[in-house]
């Protein structure tokens, strides 16, 4: 027993905080794994065992389980995650298309950054379900809505960021290479751009959430197909089970698009994350 508590974390000098902190990406995620088995089971004793919540309103994962299997084994889910699928990707698309470009351009152009920043800044703290409505009355029912939602949902976390980067980057190392006879284009590669990746990456990750958002929003009013509308019919016919299982898969995937970016960041930027350590 004594040599346990020896060799354990020392929770004196910072608390569970810095314990963490001072954990392997492996341990970090053992240490995650096993929040989430320890939820799953007090959520299941909860719910499904002791019965202190009406299972018909928030399902035990064992029903949340079995209404993903049938969705499965129906080809719903299969055939509405592909139609929500194709619209975010497409809409993540356009929004770095657009966002990239025009976040360098803002940061250094100090006309263009005083003409579209105050509109960025306007339209991004606007709530994305009240693009909904023009969504519908400019592209009609279908896919469109979605992917306008997706792109400008997206776009400005994209934009800003990177035109923040663009700012931040060390003046004297700007004039150093004007003085030595860089052009725009090499200060652009050698000088902006290593400064902007960290403000990239954090914006894109950004993105991925409010994207998923505003995909999950089009397709809750004004979508036949998509999780979003799968998630509605069933909260509709009080099937919670199949209702949880279709969010939980979007979490999944907001997740798991998350860490693609992060995987990115690391490979394309590795002194990144030494920087954050």
């Known amino acids: 027993m004594s040599t346990f508590l020896a060799s354990g974390p020392n929770l004196g000098r910072g608390g569970i905080g810095a314990w963490l902190a001072g954990l392997s990406a492996r341990g970090k995620a053992l240490v995650l794994a096993a929040e989430v088995v320890v939820m799953l ?94 969504a519908k009355a400019w592209f009609g029912f279908g896919i469109g809505p979605v992917i306008f939602l997706v792109a400008i949902s997206a776009v400005f976390p994209i934009l800003l960021n990177v035109a923040a980067g663009m700012r931040t980057t060390n003046p004297s190392i700007i004039r150093a290479g004007t003085v030595f006879g860089a052009s725009r284009f090499q200060l652009y590669r050698s000088v902006y751009l290593p400064s902007t990746v960290p403000f990239l990456f954090a914006g894109l990750r950004q993105a991925v959430v409010l994207a998923t958002i505003g995909m999950v929003v089009a397709e809750l009013t004004g979508s036949a197909q998509g999780m979003g509308a799968v998630i509605i019919r069933a909260a509709n016919t009080y099937q919670t089970d199949q209702a949880f299982a279709a969010i939980a898969l979007v979490v999944v995937w907001s997740v798991g698009m998350t860490q693609v970016v992060t995987l990115v960041e690391r490979w394309v930027a590795p002194w990144t994350r030494k920087a954050r350590r």
Do not use: C, H, K
């Open 41 to 134: 089971v007090l959520w299941q004793l909860v719910v499904g065992v002791l019965g202190w919540i009406n299972p018909v309103f928030f399902p035990p994962p064992s029903a949340i389980w079995q209404g993903f299997l049938e969705l499965w084994s129906s080809g719903v889910l299969a055939t509405n995650a592909l139609v929500s699928l194709q619209a975010w990707l497409t809409g993540f698309a356009i929004a770095v298309a657009i966002g990239i470009p025009l976040g360098l351009l803002m940061g250094t152009s100090l006309p263009v950054d005083r003409v579209v920043g105050p509109i960025a800044w306007t339209i991004y703290a606007t709530p994305t379900i009240a693009y909904q409505p023009l």
